[in-house]
T-cell receptor
């Protein structure tokens, strides 16, 4: 069964460092998303991406965040200068909007720890 | 703005007992509703979804949910819980066919032998 793959599963970084979280969406999907879940809190939408541009973003997704689809398979989330409060589980998801009856398939997440 | 409330943070049931997890949503139009399950160390797995049509939807692992517009609810049910159902369950509402999901706070289910 096709699945969304995220790497690494766990990343530790120092405050102020840049970090890139990587995702391989399901191959025929067109919409891509990032969500995050701070420990003990709700899963929160960050951004959606379609046709090589951001289609929607939340207020959390400020200038320190960026997304990119550098090639035909990867979808990345970059955090330019990490803060302690960026520590969270980050989920990538993808969906086939063309199906008209869509659902988002989630990866297993990357746990980011900022120290 | 859309929102989702899951009133029960923790629920404990005995194996074999029935289960109902509550979900209330706020959304201005016809909602797209989802239930996801997250086992420890795992990602979010879709249990079922409601987009339109029959208000009682069947999902995987023997789960079902009923959309009640008058009550703004989408409660998840299972007639007989198995120990492997212990996990965290998230209700979510989507805009525009699910392209931006708003999640509830989750309900952690524990199953007693």
């Amino acid at each position: 069964e096709p699945e969304v793959t995220q790497t690494p599963s766990h990343q530790v970084t120092q405050m102020g460092q840049e970090v890139i979280l990587r995702c391989v969406p399901i191959s025929n999907h067109l919409y891509f998303y990032w969500y995050r879940q701070i420990l003990g809190q709700k899963v929160e939408f960050l951004v959606s991406f379609y046709n090589n541009e951001i289609s929607e973003k939340s207020e959390i997704f400020d200038d320190q965040f960026s997304v990119e689809r550098p090639d035909g398979s990867n979808f990345t989330l970059k955090i330019r200068s990490t803060k302690l409060e960026d520590s969270a589980m980050y989920f990538c998801a993808s969906s086939d909007y063309r199906a008209g009856d869509t659902e988002a398939f989630f990866g297993q997440g990357t746990r980011l720890t900022v120290v | 703005a859309q929102s989702v409330t899951q009133p029960d943070i923790h629920i404990t049931v005995s194996e074999g007992a029935s289960l109902e997890l509550r979900c209330n949503y706020s959304y201005g139009a016809t909602p797209y509703l989802f239930w996801y399950v997250q086992s420890p160390g795992q990602g979010l797995q879709l249990l079922l979804k409601y987009f339109s049509g029959d208000t009682l939807v069947q999902g995987i692992k023997g789960f079902e949910a009923e959309f009640k517009r008058s009550q703004s609810s989408f409660n998840l049910r299972k007639p007989s819980v198995h120990w492997s159902d212990a996990a965290e369950y998230f209700c979510a509402v989507g805009n525009n066919a699910g392209n931006m999901l708003t999640f509830g706070g989750g309900t952690r289910l524990m199953v007693k032998p």
